[in-house]
């Protein structure tokens, strides 16, 4: 995102919040976001695979973009059906950016239960392991009722369409949508460095958890799964609470 047209995006975002809308559109950049329904399912779930595909973590597991499409098709009809997840679309009517939300109670007993493990394969489990600790570890009695915590398990957005306040834009309406239906917080886990500079785009956003991806062990309990990407400088699996 260019930093100098935040303030664009921040007025886009209020508006959509103010009017209580159901899309909006950017008319700079000819983007249409609004909220995922049941039949961009096969859409988003092919937009969230092909970013996997060059997310170093799912690199370093060798897990292909084939491979995770099983797994984020679930995920996508989940968070389908709980209406406060957002996609972005081009003036071409492609889909260019997804973000997939639901409660942090389904996220908890089903998202990263044992069907998922075994819907992902052994090279997922190093990646699940440590979502499922994340989870374990984090004292949620201190933010309230995990069905009323809205959890944000996926945002990509596509390399062609990067720089134009998509992967911005799509957060806040899907914070404003679960707002909408009474959650009180919003939840989410972060895979990369946040700059120092960026700090004061996610002014609300309270680190509450975090853990050493260098420490993540493989399928054989002994092999860092993880190191190759600590030693260049992602450090953390940092787990964000967003305070509404």
């Avoid at 909006?24 to 909220?35: F, M, V």
């Amino acid at each position: 995102m260019i930093r100098k047209d935040l303030a664009w995006y921040q007025q886009l975002c209020k508006q959509f919040i103010d009017n209580n809308n159901d899309y909006l559109y950017d008319p700079k950049n000819k983007i249409t976001y609004y909220a995922l329904q049941k039949s961009d399912i096969s859409e988003a779930s092919q937009v969230g695979s092909q970013c996997m595909a060059r997310n170093p973590f799912y690199l370093a597991i060798g897990m292909s973009a084939e491979e995770y499409l099983k797994d984020i098709v679930v995920t996508c009809q989940i968070a389908a059906d709980a209406g406060i997840s957002s996609v972005a679309r081009d003036s071409h009517g492609n889909m260019v950016g997804i973000n997939l939300v639901y409660s942090l109670f389904t996220a908890i007993n089903v998202t990263y239960g044992q069907e998922s493990f075994e819907r992902c394969g052994q090279k997922f489990t190093p990646f699940l392991n440590a979502l499922v600790q994340l989870l374990k570890t984090t004292p949620w009695h201190e933010y309230g009722d995990p069905q009323r915590i809205a959890y944000i398990d996926d945002l990509a957005v596509l390399k062609s369409a990067s720089g134009i306040g998509i992967g911005f834009i799509l957060p806040e309406i899907s914070v404003a949508l679960a707002q909408r239906q009474g959650y009180t917080h919003i939840t989410g886990i972060t895979t990369e460095k946040i700059l120092e500079g960026d700090a004061n785009v996610l002014p609300n956003w309270k680190v509450i958890n975090s853990i050493d991806v260098a420490s993540i062990a493989g399928n054989d309990g002994k092999e860092k799964a993880f190191e190759s990407i600590a030693r260049q400088g992602h450090l953390r699996l940092q787990w964000k609470l967003f305070i509404t």
